[in-house]
């Protein structure tokens, strides 16, 4: 019960462009969160994130399995995709992408700007996601799913062309010459 008295309080996320200010705030959205949901249904909303833990841990929610699965399988699969462009070798596991993914993850790595690539590859998590909205619009997975999707239009608000592009420059630069860098986030 306490997902309605939460849910209904929340703005819609749907038909909002990059430059339209989001109606709420990551902080509001957590306090909210906390709030109202059990301490269990907490803790799995503090342990979401757009970037899956690589040691897949197990979430009671099947919403946050799928996302993690297909962000998992994305990441993979860009990786492969850049590494066989570079010639690099790359193990990806006994994971069979689906054909979807791979092109997803194959038009991605064909754009100039990695600005572009982001804002296709966030389409695609947005997309993504949409397919996983759960139907029943009052339960704890549709909160996972609105805290998702807050956290994906936060994201490309943050981006930085210039930093961006600097950065990229500067990671693959450090990867054609085989220097061992480390990337923070």
């Not at 690099?88 to 064909?110: C, V």
Request: some cysteine; glycine content about 2%.
């Amino acid at each position: 019960m306490a997902e309605y008295y939460l849910i209904s309080q929340l703005p819609s996320l749907d038909g909002i462009s990059e430059s339209t200010p989001l109606p709420i705030t990551e902080e509001r959205f957590s306090e909210l969160c906390h709030r109202f949901l059990s301490e269990k249904a907490c803790a799995e909303f503090d342990r979401l994130s757009l970037i899956p833990n690589i040691h897949n841990e197990k979430s009671s929610s099947d919403l946050i399995e799928s996302w993690n699965d297909g962000e998992r399988n994305l990441r993979l699969a860009l990786a492969k995709i850049r590494a066989d462009k570079m010639k690099k070798p790359f193990d990806s596991g006994n994971i069979n992408f689906p054909p979807a993914l791979i092109q997803a993850a194959r038009t991605a790595t064909e754009f100039d700007s990695p600005m572009e690539a982001e804002k296709f590859l966030n389409r695609y998590r947005l997309d993504f996601l949409e397919s996983l909205r759960p139907s029943d619009s009052f339960s704890e997975n549709y909160v996972f799913y609105y805290w998702l999707k807050l956290k994906l239009l936060l994201r490309i608000r943050e981006f930085d062309t210039q930093k961006g592009e600097a950065a990229y420059r500067n990671i693959y630069d450090s990867i054609m010459n085989g220097d061992t860098l480390e990337v923070s986030q």
